[in-house]
C-alpha cells in the first residue's frame, strides 16, 4: 500500500519560510508525478504545486515565486519549500500521488502563519 507521511509544518510569522518534506514509500517513488494541495479551515482543498517524474514543477499563481517544489529520488521524499509565508498561506498540507488509477494521500502537517 503506497504510504505519504508529511512533516514539516509549524508556526511561523508572517514573512517567514518552512520546509515541508514527504517520505514516500512502497511504489517505485522516482516514477510517479507527486502534488502538494492544501486546505485551510471551512474552505475546500487547493492545488498548490506539482513535479513531475522527470522533474518539471508547477505551481499556482498564489503561491509563484514563494513556494519551490523538489523531490530527491534516491531519498523518495518530497520537499516543498515555502518562504515568504503569508496569512493566508495557513492550512493542512497534503502531499498525494496517483498510482495505478488511484490517489493516494498523505496525513497532512498543519502551518500556521501568525504574528
Known amino acids: 500500500e503506497v504510504q505519504l507521511v508529511e512533516s514539516g509544518g509549524g508556526l511561523v510569522q508572517p514573512g517567514g519560510s518552512l520546509r515541508l518534506s514527504c517520505a514516500a514509500s512502497e511504489f517505485t517513488f522516482g516514477s510517479y508525478d507527486m502534488t502538494w494541495v492544501r486546505q485551510a479551515p471551512g474552505k475546500g482543498p487547493e492545488w498548490v504545486s506539482r513535479?513531475?517524474?522527470?522533474?518539471?514543477?508547477y505551481y499556482a499563481d498564489s503561491v509563484k515565486g514563494r513556494f519551490t517544489i523538489s523531490r530527491d529520488n534516491a531519498k523518495n521524499t518530497l520537499y516543498l519549500q515555502m518562504n515568504s509565508l503569508k496569512p493566508e498561506d495557513a492550512a493542512v498540507y497534503y502531499c498525494?500521488?496517483?498510482?495505478?488509477?488511484?490517489?493516494?494521500w498523505g496525513q497532512g502537517t498543519q502551518v500556521t502563519v501568525s504574528s
Open positions: 513535479i513531475n517524474s522527470g522533474g518539471t514543477t
Open positions: 498525494t500521488t496517483m498510482v495505478s488509477g488511484s490517489d493516494y
